[in-house]
């Protein structure tokens, strides 16, 4: 589905609690409480739709890129998070007996303290629950156990909230709400469902073997995996899949890795891995045949179905993964394009794929610009960042008006070169990147 078809939709779903709560026929009352309603419909409504959002369905995020579909999924966490706490305030004082737990009423309008109970208790988690997200990189423990308290806790509020909307709500009796928020909650559950055991159950019926593993450089891994007893997985050159080796498909530990190799070479599957933190530093110890299984492929850093006349290939450090899988797709379809391939790294130790990068550069029509951060006494090429200069000096005036560029690599690159590409001219829509992190 595309962005066009993705938004109306979206925010149709998130209204549809609100537009729904117009149409109950309710009698009329102040703003303010209509207000303090809606934004608490509408905060639940998003909260739901968050599961979607990070359940890696390719029908969304190929739409709009799983980079895009992640950072949207934060955004909005934040946003329902303001609304849900500000809506229990803007409630203004009903006629009615008191409560003892809210001598002033400005937070209920309910008497039943059960029924509040629930929205209190989200009211407490929520905040504390965006908040272990978004420090999730700075706390001490692993990426595996964050993503289980994160699919737990969700489901936890989300249960709260279901109570509270039907039992606490001005429209709780109302069954078209009652239907609606059902519904709503056994999708987001659904998506859960489809995440944790659907399509674990997929992985394990479609097993893969580690062919190789090789050290190709001192901190990067080139793997390859071979389908177990089934065709492989179609994909484009420069997607992704989540890759679990040597464990269950049911547990949570895998990663996300873009795919190397490119889809016409056959259907294994490469990768170019960087040594960071648990699962990349024991490389090593994966033996030939180990049992992997994937998630995907997944994004949309593809060149697939562009008719653009050439196309720039911008590479930082372990970026290259993808952007080498487009390349070698490039070369074995025979496309006679013009491409440049830009690719830096810090030390010439880390360039990947050297003779096959010299090799295609010599044979077609490929330009090659190594760039190294601390270059030795010989070198001869270009030196520092990939920066705005770097790019003005490489590129002229037609290639930023007519070529394609695809960029890989670190966020500092990725935000300078965008920046530059755009100030030259070329359009958003010639501009495809991949983020390897999301914050
Ligand atoms: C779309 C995409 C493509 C990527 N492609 C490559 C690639 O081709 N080569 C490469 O070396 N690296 C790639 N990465 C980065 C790679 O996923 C992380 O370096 C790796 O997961 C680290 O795992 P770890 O267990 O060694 O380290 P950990 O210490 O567990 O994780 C370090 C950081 O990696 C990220 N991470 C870890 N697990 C996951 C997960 N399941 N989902 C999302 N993020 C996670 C988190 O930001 C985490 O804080 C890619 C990342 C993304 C999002």
């Known amino acids: 589905m595309r962005a066009y078809v993705l938004i109306p939709l979206y925010l149709f779903v998130v209204c549809l609690p609100v537009l729904l709560s117009w149409a109950s026929g309710m009698p009329a009352r102040s703003f303010r409480n209509d207000l303090a309603s809606g934004l608490g419909l509408l905060a639940f409504a998003m909260i739901l739709v968050e599961f979607v959002l990070s359940g890696r369905f390719r029908s969304v995020s190929s739409g709009l890129g799983l ?257 080498i899988g487009i390349l070698r797709d490039l070369h074995l379809a025979q496309d006679a394009r013009q491409r440049v391939l830009v690719y830096g790294n810090r030390a010439e130790e880390q360039i990947v794929f050297q003779d096959e990068i010299d090799r295609l550069a010599k044979s077609e029509n490929t330009q090659v610009v190594y760039v190294l951060q601390e270059p030795p006494d010989y070198w001869f090429g270009p030196s520092g960042l990939i920066d705005a200069g770097l790019i003005t000096r490489t590129f002229d005036k037609g290639q930023f008006g007519s070529w394609l560029f695809v960029l890989c690599g670190p966020t500092a690159m990725m935000t300078s070169v965008e920046e530059a590409l755009m100030e030259h001219g070329v359009a958003p829509d010639r501009i495809l990147s991949e983020r390897f992190q999301y914050d």
């Open 67 to 323: 980079d895009i579909t992640i950072r949207f999924h934060q955004l909005v966490a934040r946003t329902a998070l303001a609304f849900a706490l500000v809506h229990p305030f803007l409630y203004q004082w009903l006629p009615g007996p008191s409560r003892p737990w809210d001598p002033t009423r400005q937070l209920t309008l309910t008497s039943d303290f059960v029924s509040l109970l629930s929205g209190i208790l989200a009211f407490v988690l929520l905040p504390a629950f965006v908040l272990l997200s978004m420090k999730h990189d700075d706390l001490d423990y692993r990426y595996e156990t964050w993503r289980l308290i994160h699919g737990l806790g969700a489901l936890l509020i989300a249960g709260l909230l279901l109570h509270h909307a039907l039992s606490a709500g001005r429209y709780s009796a109302d069954p078209m709400m009652i239907w609606m928020w059902g519904t709503m909650t056994a999708i987001a559950a659904f998506s859960l469902l489809a995440v944790y055991v659907l399509k674990p159950a997929y992985q394990a019926a479609h097993r893969w073997r580690v062919s190789s593993v090789a050290r190709l450089t001192p901190r990067q891994w080139g793997v390859t995996i071979t389908p177990d007893g089934h065709a492989g997985t179609p994909y484009k050159a420069g997607q992704f899949v989540w890759l679990n080796i040597g464990h269950s498909p049911f547990s949570l530990r895998e990663n996300p890795f873009s795919i190397s190799s490119a889809p016409s070479a056959g259907p294994d599957m490469s990768f170019v891995i960087k040594e960071l933190g648990d699962f990349t530093s024991t490389l090593d110890q994966i033996e030939i045949g180990e049992k992997a299984y994937i998630d995907g492929p997944h994004g949309t850093l593809t060149v697939d179905g562009r008719d653009e006349p050439g196309i720039a290939l911008i590479a930082g450090g372990v970026g290259i993964a993808p952007l």
